[in-house]
């Protein structure tokens, strides 16, 4: 059966528990527990040398970086849908991958880690990349029901988890309905798994 390394307040994480649930994939979940370094151990970094969170291991195959990890699920499960298989509708979507995995990383993802896991940086410059990068989500979304195409894709999921997470880094929603719309739409789907809720706000 497919294994998920995974570790729960992990938006990177919660975007592959997300699809494998929306495709309806059976998988194991295999926590890892990073709070005690366990992520850096040498089992753990025989499957992924970054010693990061989220990893997929399907039979002989490891796959890590939650973005390759839903284009892998998208290609194996999707049937085309999740991940469209014309040249077009690709580039569109990998475009999306990038922009999650750079302007929302650094951005409001990064926000989350100064202020909830206390990790170095200056909060305010990523609660600003945050907002800029929500701008143009906001701008885009205005004529689009979802990010790369006229129904879900991997795009859309790899993006919505730290969006929908910036609330814990400082980085309000309001101004973004929009947005807060498009986040509505996806969590309407069958099977969505929503994002983990703030340890203290439980
Ligand atoms: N680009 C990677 C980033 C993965 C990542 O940053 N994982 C975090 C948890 S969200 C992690 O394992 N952090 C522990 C560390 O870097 O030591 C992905 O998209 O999967």
């Known amino acids: 059966m497919i294994r998920l390394y995974d570790f729960e307040l992990s938006g990177n994480a919660h975007k592959v528990r997300n699809l494998l649930s929306l495709l309806g994939v059976a998988?194991?979940?295999?926590?890892?527990?990073?709070?005690?370094?366990?992520h850096k151990s040498p089992s753990f970094l025989a499957r992924n040398p970054f010693g990061q969170v989220p990893v997929l291991v399907d039979g002989d195959t490891v796959v890590r970086d939650s973005s390759a990890i839903l284009v892998y699920l998208g290609r194996k499960f999707g049937t085309g849908e999740w991940l469209p298989v014309d040249a077009v509708g690709e580039a569109r979507v990998q475009e999306w991958l990038a922009t999650a995995s750079t302007s929302v990383a650094d951005g409001p993802a990064f926000a989350r880690l100064i202020e909830l896991f206390g990790a170095a940086g200056d909060l305010e410059a990523a609660r600003q990349?945050?907002?800029?990068?929500?701008?143009?989500?906001?701008?885009?979304?205005?004529h689009n029901?979802?990010?790369?195409?006229n129904r879900p894709t991997?795009?859309?999921i790899a993006?919505?988890?730290y969006i929908?997470?910036?609330?814990?880094?400082?980085?309000?929603l309001d101004a973004y309905p929009n947005v807060r719309a498009w986040l509505e739409r996806l969590q309407k789907l069958p099977g969505f798994v929503s994002v983990p809720v703030?340890?203290?706000a439980e």
């Open 145 to 149: 029901p979802f990010l790369a195409a």
């Open 27 to 38: 998988h194991e979940i295999v926590p890892v527990a990073l709070s005690e370094g366990e």
């Open 159 to 161: 993006n919505h988890s």
């Open 154 to 156: 991997i795009a859309d």
């Open 198 to 200: 703030r340890p203290e």
């Open 129 to 142: 990349r945050a907002h800029a990068v929500l701008a143009i989500f906001e701008a885009h979304l205005d």
């Open 164 to 172: 929908a997470l910036a609330p814990d880094g400082g980085v309000e």
